[in-house]
């Protein structure tokens, strides 16, 4: 009879990175942030721009949380660094990365992200993308009266990738930041998903005009268009959608401990009286109804939320885009505060906040693409930090055109 402790195998596999070659995947990375200006004046430019920024994303990937987590990351592994970057002066102080990203332009390190998100998503294609707004908690500074950072992200559930970033004016909201980051995107025969805050006329257009579709949720701030289209539903519902042209999808899905029902109904504008100032809703096709019922082990919830679209009555596709809208807040939100701990972070002077959350951005679409190791993104994140070649594997996982095509993708 076997004696002491078995020597079962473990059921963890094992990871071993490819050979990398760290020199060439960390300069094609590079590449991609070499157009942000030096903000700093000659005589005080002791360290590489560039390597300033390698290092801060190099640490965020690996779960840092502010200057101090940046330095010691760059301390700890600064033997694997220089072999390659420059780092002439060592590694630099909390403070210069501080001070660094307090002044680099937003609006230029925004494009050299959109720049790299192209280059990804060129080849895979999206079709559904959400957008949906946040608010940074803890930017906020009471004494100096300042207010917290909002930002509006575009979301790719499809590829769950951040397609771009940009932020709200202090004196302005969601409605004139979501046009901006249209703009910014190539959204051609893309569906845009949008929360009730950007269910606007002026946006439902630029959509249209960018040759895209839309699905905006309706709630009380149209209050007569979000009435009319809730009472025409109960109505028809409670006559079986006698003779409606009604398309309907449902179902049932099981997971987290909870079992959801969701039943998508879809209807022709064609079908149901004039809605309030419907020819103003440029390109609108067809209402939605989305019903929910979600059984927890204690309780059951019921949710109904409608929805107006310029795409014609298919229940089973708008419901899948509005499925994946919801990712923006599971994948994105709820990843970038509980992993991230973006809501805590105190970082707050000049340009530092927007940075900051663009550098999680970057961290969370790198460790998102890397997919050899199927753990999740806390798990990849710390492996990262402790393994310099799963490091590179997570970067090389981010690359998707060669430097050569890089050039081209960024005009």
Known sequence: MPTGFEN??????????????????????????????????????????????????????????????????????????????????????????????????????????????????????VEVVAIDGKTHRGSYDRESQLKALHTVSAWSSEHRLVLGQTKVTDKSNEITAIPALLEMLDISGCIITIDAMGTQKSIAQKIITADSDYILSLKDNHPTLHQQVKNWFEIAQSLGFKDVDVNISQRIEKGHHRIENRQVYTVPVTQIPALHQQNDWVGLKTVVMVVRSIQHWNKT????????????????????????????????????????????????????????????????????????????????????????????????????????ELESTCQ
């Open 8 to 125: 079962k195998k473990s059921k963890t596999k094992v990871f071993f990175a490819p050979s990398i070659d760290s020199k060439d995947i960390t300069t094609q990375f590079q590449e991609y942030f070499t157009l942000i200006k030096d903000p700093r004046v000659e005589r005080t430019r002791w360290h590489s721009l560039i390597d300033i920024i390698t290092i801060a994303i190099l640490a965020v990937i690996a779960g840092g949380q502010g200057w101090e987590d940046i330095e010691e990351y760059g301390l700890n592994k600064q033997e694997w660094l220089e072999t390659f970057l420059e780092l002439p002066e060592g590694i630099p102080s909390p403070d210069t990365f501080r001070r660094v990203f307090e002044k680099i332009n937003p609006k230029e390190f925004e494009k050299c992200f959109r720049c790299w998100v192209q280059s990804l998503v060129e080849k895979l294609g």
């Open 301 to 404: 919830t019921n949710e109904v939320q409608f929805y107006i679209t310029s795409l014609t009555s298919d229940a089973n596709k708008i419901g899948s885009a509005i499925r994946q809208h919801w990712g923006i807040e599971n994948s994105v939100h709820w990843t970038l505060d509980v992993i991230f701990h973006e809501d805590e972070c105190r970082i707050r002077s000049l340009h530092s906040p927007q940075n900051f959350a663009l550098l999680r951005r970057i961290a969370l679409n790198a460790l998102e693409r890397e997919t050899s190791f199927r753990r999740s993104i806390r798990q990849k994140s710390r492996r990262a930090a402790m393994n310099d070649r799963y490091m590179l594997s997570v970067l090389a996982a981010a690359l998707s055109n060669s430097t050569q």
